[in-house]
């Protein structure tokens, strides 16, 4: 099985089109050196690689290694429905911590680690 690769050019487009900020290869080149990687323009990044450079970008993209040096892209949105946005009605409908009864915990003899019951022999 081979493995999908892209080239730093690529790279730099793909990552462009991830964000509002827009990437070089000199980018990359750089991203690979935070990342303590050897690079060069003629370098395919695979998904291990692409990883990496993508963990030296903050705030954190939302795609991962194989997502971004694979043979599709952009990467395949979810065919599932968004979550419908939640709202409430009234402010004071949740109960703060503060509103919660208070429990407190069984105040019986301090154990020291042994069972009930247990002996010990030797003394």
């Known amino acids: 099985m081979r493995l999908q690769m892209i080239n730093v050019q690529e790279f730099a487009r793909r990552l462009s089109t991830l964000g509002g900020e827009a990437f070089t290869s000199d980018d990359v080149v750089d991203l690979a050196t935070a990342a303590d990687a050897r690079i060069s323009a003629d370098l395919e990044i695979d998904a291990t690689l692409a990883q990496r450079l993508l963990d ?11 997502q971004i040096a694979a043979l599709q892209w952009p990467p395949p949105t979810s ?30 003899p301090a154990r020291n680690g042994r069972r009930p019951g247990s002996r010990r022999t030797g003394r």
């Open 79 to 108: 065919s599932r429905p968004a979550a419908p946005s939640v709202s409430f009605s009234s402010p004071g409908a949740v109960d703060g911590p503060a509103d919660q009864p208070t429990r407190t915990r069984g105040s019986g």
């Open 56 to 66: 030296q970008i903050s705030p954190p993209l939302p795609v991962t290694g194989a």
